[in-house]
């Protein structure tokens, strides 16, 4: 498995707007790590393109559950085993579902976080789809 390791200046709230622009990428290239939960307190990974919002209400009618919602900072961290701002979807401390995009497998190359803020892998989404055995879904909605 080839991949770069990139290294930026972490912003607090920057988003991958800033990583996007530190690195000289395309942010929907850039892929977000959101922990999530079911309305049990299930926790669930989703992977998204940075210029993109996850439609909960649509992520949940397809996982069968009520309701899925983003997880308090916090609480993400204790499922992860990772910082907000630094989560990564590989080697998290509890195994949870993993849910991406089905249109990141279209990117040639994807920037994923590598486990700390400042920190993104660059990969082939197909790398990721390996690794993780994520299920595809269409939830992604463009931001404004």
């Known amino acids: 498995m080839d991949f770069t390791e990139h290294l930026y200046r972490y912003e607090d709230h920057g988003g991958t707007s800033v990583s996007a622009q530190e690195l000289g990428v395309d942010e ?3 892929i977000k790590t ?3 939960e ?3 307190a299930r926790p669930l990974v ?3 393109h940075g210029d993109m919002e996850v439609s909960a209400k ?3 009618r397809l996982t069968g559950c009520k309701a899925i919602t983003l997880c308090k900072p916090a609480v993400a961290d204790k499922h992860s085993g990772y910082q907000v701002g630094g989560t990564s979807p590989f080697g998290t401390r ?3 579902p993993v849910y991406m ?3 990141i497998l279209d990117l040639p190359k994807i920037y994923i976080n590598g486990g700390s803020k ?3 892998v660059g990969m082939a989404p197909a790398d990721v789809r390996r690794l993780l055995t994520p299920a595809l879904v269409q939830t992604g909605k463009m931001t404004l």
């Open 38 to 40: 079911d309305e049990n």
């Open 101 to 103: 995009e089905q249109s």
């Open 118 to 120: 400042g920190f993104l």
């Open 94 to 96: 509890k195994t949870m």
């Open 34 to 36: 959101l922990i999530m």
């Open 46 to 48: 989703v992977l998204m």
């Open 28 to 30: 929907h290239s850039v």
């Open 58 to 60: 649509t992520l949940a």
